[in-house]
């Protein structure tokens, strides 16, 4: 059962107890009324609270072993510009930005369950945060042009934060934590980053993103 359908049943429920506060009211059965609504209510505000993170949770893809989640090819632009096109696996969405440095680096946060969220079917979740340019020299890294461009929205409850602000307040968290990739750019280079429950992997998918891996050239830029 998903958390969607665990909202829904809560709020079912919630509504029963709301008809049966009135079917008593209607008896005269006070006291009875009232317990009854004031159970409805609360089931209904809790489904109303779970399909508010839930919504946060859609945000995040199940992550249950090593799999690809984007692909990454560049094409030289000028000194230190690369265009990027990030493919996100696996529904294949395009999004095209302009690097500037020598290296990209992805970022991604996870989400990791226990207990009973486990039997709930919320598997380790994944989401990627960010891609963004890198200068290898310090001093480019904190003067020169930074290119970063956010890879999703947050709405709803955002369980990231609640779980690292108050750790006490969820015991169903295990875990969460940030995780980031970063290689070189050269014009034409193509890499598949993974993702597995340690964090995110870039390989090389070609030759021109092998060499400029192994430091066997610089990135190339055109002027």
Known sequence: MNSDAIALVVAVFGGLLLIIAC?????????????????????LAGAGLFFVVSLNLHTYARLTFERPVAEIVFEAKGPQRFRATLTEMPGGEMQIFMLAGDEWQLDARVLKWRGWANLLGLDAQYRLERVSGRYRDLEQERHD???????????????????????RWLPFVDAVYGSATYMPMAD??????????????????NAAAETVTKGMMPAKTES
């Open 145 to 167: 042009e930074r290119t970063v461009y956010a890879l999703s929205e947050n709405p709803g409850i955002d369980m990231w934060l609640l779980s690292t602000q108050y750790p």
């Open 23 to 43: 079917q008593r009211l209607l008896r005269a059965r006070f006291f009875a009324a009232g317990g009854s609504a004031l159970a409805g209510l609360l089931l």
């Open 188 to 205: 034409g280079a193509r890499f598949q980053v993974s993702i597995t429950q340690s964090g995110l992997i870039a390989r090389p998918l």
